[in-house]
Every structure is written in structure tokens, then in C-alpha cells.
């Protein structure tokens, strides 16, 4: 079993940065497979990001890409989130989640862990 704890949200301007992290606790990190996802007022959660377990392959839906990067560090037992050009339509509950498959998890049924959720607000 693996606990994971998010941390750098916050409120930022529309066109700003935010790098958030997931740090986990628990079984070898480097077995899970990571993602992020976000919920956003009066909507499903849904992915923004996510990462293999090693020789890092990774997703971004049309939504984001080329604005967020995934990425972990192993040695650290954590995944980061940076987000760029930030949008309000990016506003949410910013979500780490983890799984022991293979491959890459792009919907919210195929991972087992998941933090508590980190708020984020973009502003116009």
C-alpha cells in the first residue's frame, strides 16, 4: 500500500506557474505508475497527467499539453506536476493518484491510491 500527500497549490494569476507535488510513503515507489487528475467545480475528475512506472512514457490530454509536464523522481518517492500558461478553466482540486500496473493509467477506475487533493485557483 502507498500514501501520497499533494502540496504546492494555490491561487495564481491567469498565464502563471504552479509546480505541484505528490510525495508517497510505503511500498518501493518506483513500482507505481502515477497520475494526476483534476476536479473541477461541478464536474467529474478527470486526467491531466500521467507517468510509467520507469523509462518514464508519459500522457497529457489535448487540454493541457504543452502546458503541464509530469515527471517523478524515484530517489524522492515523488511525482511533480509543473503547470504552465495557466487558465481559469484550469481551476480544481488537483488530485495524485497511484497504481501497480503497467503502461499508463488514463481514467479514474484504473488507479487504486490517492491523496487528498490540493486546491488550485487561476484568476483572470
Known amino acids: 500500500q502507498v500514501q501520497l500527500v499533494e502540496s504546492g497549490g494555490g491561487l495564481v494569476q491567469a498565464g502563471g506557474s504552479l509546480r505541484l507535488s505528490c510525495a508517497a510513503s510505503g511500498r518501493a515507489f518506483s513500482s507505481y505508475r502515477m497520475g494526476w487528475f483534476r476536479q473541477a467545480p461541478g464536474k467529474e475528475r478527470a486526467i491531466v497527467a500521467a507517468i510509467s512506472r520507469s523509462a518514464p512514457i508519459t500522457y497529457y490530454p489535448e487540454s493541457v499539453k504543452g502546458r503541464f509536464t509530469i515527471s517523478r523522481d524515484n530517489a524522492k518517492n515523488t511525482v511533480y506536476l509543473q503547470m504552465n500558461s495557466l487558465k481559469p478553466e484550469d481551476t480544481g482540486i488537483y488530485y495524485c493518484?497511484?497504481?501497480?500496473?503497467?503502461?499508463?493509467?488514463?481514467?479514474?477506475?484504473?488507479?487504486?491510491?490517492w491523496g487528498q487533493g490540493t486546491q488550485v485557483t487561476v484568476s483572470s
Open positions: 493518484a497511484a497504481d501497480l500496473n503497467y503502461g499508463l493509467g488514463k481514467v479514474e477506475a484504473e488507479y487504486d491510491y
